[in-house]
């Protein structure tokens, strides 16, 4: 099928129905061929967002965050080999026609970069930038509809920026040009990868509560990549704990927060400072983060757990039910542990 001439066919659009999530990731696995090997990268991810929701995937460099949200996207490199299912309303997202798939992409779904500069042409204005999805519409409509998008992200003289070169603007004012164009084709869906890692604390804060009240208002769902689990917990309902391309903990973000179960989860709480915290020093989890295509036969974690026991090393624990959150750790549950953890960051 020609992609310059395809149209979107009724079998190219999406199923519907009540107990549809609007995201399905089921068994994700991603793998990369370098050096005529394949190298896995995210092994059995499963994930679900409702309409809506807004979920957490957070994890230390590496973990196969930013892959597993690209893949909804289809925009893995042509070396990765993908399995699993990624449904999108029940609409198989790997088996969509190439029309299919550029009409997802423009209209229900969307992506914030963590490098706003890195997504602009630095030779276009930003008003081209913002109106590139809507070029259909006259060009009255297209300046004030851009317009619009830039003073809800609480842009100050919105129409004169449009004028303006991605070099002319900060980094936090530019991710709120990535922001406004994000909501402004009515996505339903948007995938912000890591968008504050670039910008200081204080506009990280800005950017984050502009992203938060446009997902709000909109009624969007948002899938927010992260290694800072205390800024997804401040945006999230939901919260996935990756580590070597796999998840090991999820749950409701309080719940996790409140009370993590898995010796990860407990370790990356534990190693962020606060300043309600009394502790002389914080946590450190043992070793550097490794790659799936690192990590031995058992636990994904094993190799940096202080915990671990040979069953560890030896068997792949499978996700069960503790409370509120599910769980991959043979151990999980052992107020030793969580003790332990608690006293390493005491001097």
Known sequence: MNEQTAKESPADRPATGENVPLL??????????????????????????AP??????VGE????????????????????????????????????????LRSFRARDI????????????????????????????????????????????????ARRRLAQYPHQLSGG??????????????PKLILADEPTTALDVTTQSEVMAVLDDARREHGL???????????????TDRLAVMYAGTIVETGPTSAVREKPEHPYTMGLMASQPSARSRKARLYSIPGRPAAAYETGAGCAFAQRCEFALDRCRAEVPEPRQ????????????DPDIRRTIALQGVS
Request: charged residues 20%; positive net charge.
């Open 173 to 186: 004012l530019l991710q709120r040009v990535m922001i406004a164009a994000a909501v402004m084709t009515g």
């Open 52 to 57: 809506g929701q807004a979920v957490g995937l």
């Open 24 to 49: 399905r990731i089921s068994d994700l696995a991603i793998d990369i061929r370098t050096a005529g090997h394949w190298r896995p990268l995210v092994t059995s991810v499963s994930l679900d967002l």
């Open 110 to 157: 969307a992506m914030i970069h963590q490098d706003p500069r890195s997504a602009v042409n630095p030779v276009r204005t930003i008003g081209d930038f913002l109106t590139e999805g809507v070029r259909h519409l006259p060009r009255d409509r297209r300046t004030e509809l851009a317009v619009s998008a830039l003073e809800d992200v609480g842009m100050a003289d």
């Open 322 to 333: 503790l409370g509120e959150t599910t769980v991959r750790c043979h151990r999980a549950g």
């Open 61 to 100: 460099s590496g973990s196969g965050k930013s892959m597993t949200s690209r893949s909804v996207m289809r925009l893995l490199p042509e070396n990765a080999r993908v399995g699993g299912s990624i449904t999108f309303r029940g609409e198989d997202v790997m088996g969509m026609s190439r029309a299919r």
């Open 221 to 235: 769902a948002m899938l927010f990549v992260t290694h800072d689990l205390d800024l997804a917990a401040a945006v």
